[in-house]
């Protein structure tokens, strides 16, 4: 009688059937019915273990190149991402610095026509005072000069008379 066991190979794909064979005190001598049983259930065995093989390698690959697809997916996902954000940051500092460039430019040109008016209105304040001086004097002037005129017609009167 035969006694048959399982054992993997070295990279533990390959089921092999290996026929053990007892001690020969022990074990008795093998039959050809038996044999022929044996060697039915080890290609049985062996066809099993080559389908499993293949499933595992397909499995394998296909688990393999799906998890590669993804990898790369979702790389270039972050990639584009990452880049988006990047544009994203950059556009608003752009913004940002025009809106920033143009505040300061408005607020120059403000403070500009803040400063012209200012001075307009010094020397519009200028001139006003100058012109009431101007006025003043020309008044002063006027009252001397109706002075010296009352001041000539009485000369002349008296002297005429």
């Known amino acids: 009688m035969a006694v048959f066991g399982l054992y993997y190979g ?4 390959n089921i092999r059937i290996g026929r053990i064979a007892a001690t020969a005190a022990t074990a008795p001598a093998a039959t050809p019915a038996a044999d022929t049983a044996a060697s039915a259930t080890a290609a049985a065995v062996a066809t099993a273990s080559t389908t499993a093989t293949t ?3 397909t499995t394998t690959t296909t688990a393999t190149s799906h998890f ?3 990898y790369r997916y979702y790389y270039y996902y972050y990639y584009y991402y990452f880049y988006y954000y990047y544009y994203y940051f950059f556009y608003y500092y752009y913004y940002y610095y025009y809106y920033y460039y ?3 430019y408005y607020y120059y040109y ?3 026509y803040y400063y012209y008016y200012y001075y307009s209105y010094y020397y519009y304040y200028y ?3 100058y012109y009431y001086y101007y006025y ?3 008044y002063i002037y006027s009252y001397y000069f109706y002075y010296y005129y009352y001041y000539y017609y ?3 009167y008296y002297y005429y008379y």
Request: net charge neutral; aromatic share 60%; proline share 4%.
């Open 136 to 138: 003043y004097y020309y």
């Open 154 to 156: 009485y000369y002349y």
């Open 68 to 70: 590669h697809y993804h």
């Open 10 to 13: 070295p990279h533990g794909t």
């Open 127 to 129: 001139f006003y005072f």
């Open 55 to 57: 499933t595992i390698t």
């Open 110 to 112: 403000y403070c500009y």
């Open 102 to 104: 143009y505040y300061y």
